[in-house]
């Protein structure tokens, strides 16, 4: 069954939704970014971890989300797509090699 994220922090004035779901082995982020454009987007992954971040003017917002399960990790089937003013973000997980 699929989890849903926390309520959002007031330090991250965007939008977003995270969805880990295991039978998908998948990590999904949804951020509604409008009016941002996708050059003021930054998306980093590291192997626990995603950071988004967003510039426009002066202003600039970060959430770094930490969803998985403690023996999982990222894979590297990743993607993320900007389309009328959301950042999809997917990330396929497993499970961590000890």
């Known amino acids: 069954m699929p989890s849903a994220s ?12 995270v969805v880990y779901d295991g039978r998908a082995d998948e990590l999904r982020v949804a951020v509604d970014i ?8 930054t998306v980093e992954a590291g192997a626990r971890r995603l950071r988004v971040a967003v510039a426009r003017d002066d ?19 990743r993607e993320a797509v900007y389309n009328h003013g959301v950042l999809s973000v997917t990330l396929e997980t497993v499970e961590r090699r000890r």
């Open 6 to 17: 926390p309520p959002e922090t007031a330090s991250f004035p965007y939008p977003t939704q």
């Open 34 to 41: 409008a009016p941002a454009t996708r050059e003021d987007v």
């Open 59 to 77: 202003d600039r917002a970060e959430r770094t989300v930490r969803p998985l399960p403690a023996d999982h990790v990222f894979g590297d089937d």
